[in-house]
């Protein structure tokens, strides 16, 4: 059974940083296809950045810069380093898999971790 | 980036009526286009991708349709576990996109 566990997320202060941790077991995270997906109480989903086999990484241009996507293969865990932290990333994060390419949909979901930015 | 809409933003039903919700991408996304379902303090759930294809154990009461830039979403009799945010997601570009949610709710 493909399952996501996300932790790391908490109170920081605005231009700090937090290391968000995605857990994957019923599939290898080293041939999948992982996205990170936040919302903003209540707002709307916006898809934040994504990691794929080859490897590559991509990011939305609200966090490029600021957001590094990596991976763990021994650990199967995929993470969200996030600095200079602003309010506005202020949201619940989810990590997610595409199961079936790149160009496939978000076929699984943590959830969530959430994240506030504040003083 | 590619940008999606959708219309309503909101919709009041009743259970048994059908519904249905649209989406509009910036650009031809061919069918690479995915709908899922929100409930209050949930992940989202895959309900269609490809445009028109039911992902496994979704009611067959949910349907999708549509190619290029204009897709939709019909529940052809609402039921009580169906009020909730709908979403529709472009795959086409590495750059995934959401539409902004229609949220149904109780008439």
């Known amino acids: 059974e493909v399952q996501l566990v996300e932790s790391g997320g908490g109170l920081v202060q605005p231009g700090g940083s937090l290391r968000l941790s995605c857990a994957a077991s019923?599939?290898?995270?080293?041939?999948?296809?992982m996205s990170w997906v936040r919302q903003a109480p209540g707002k709307g989903l916006e898809w934040v950045s994504g990691i794929y086999s080859v490897p590559a990484t991509y990011y939305a241009d609200s966090v490029k810069g600021r957001f590094t996507i990596s991976r763990d293969n021994s650990k199967n865990t995929v993470f969200l380093q996030m600095n200079s932290l602003r309010a506005e990333d202020t949201a619940v994060y989810y990590c997610?898999?595409?199961?079936?390419?790149?160009?496939?949909?978000?076929?699984?979901w943590g959830q969530g971790t959430l994240v506030t930015v504040s003083s | 980036d590619i940008q999606m809409t959708q219309s309503p933003s909101s919709l009041s039903a009743s259970v048994g009526d059908r519904v249905t919700i649209t989406c509009r991408a910036s650009?031809?996304?061919?069918?690479?286009l995915n709908w899922y379902q929100q409930k209050p303090g949930k992940a989202p759930k895959l309900l269609i991708y490809?445009?028109?294809s039911l992902q496994s154990e979704v009611p067959s009461r949910f349907s999708g349709s549509g190619s290029g830039t204009d897709f939709t979403l019909t529940i052809s009799s609402l039921q009580p576990e169906d009020f909730a945010t709908y979403y529709c997601q472009q795959s086409y570009s590495i750059l995934l996109t959401f539409g902004p949610g229609t949220k149904v709710d109780i008439e």
């Open positions: 490809a445009a028109s």
């Open positions: 997610a898999r595409i199961p079936s390419g790149p160009q496939g949909p978000l076929g699984y």
């Open positions: 019923g599939f290898t995270v080293s041939s999948s296809y």
């Open positions: 650009q031809s996304i061919s069918s690479y």
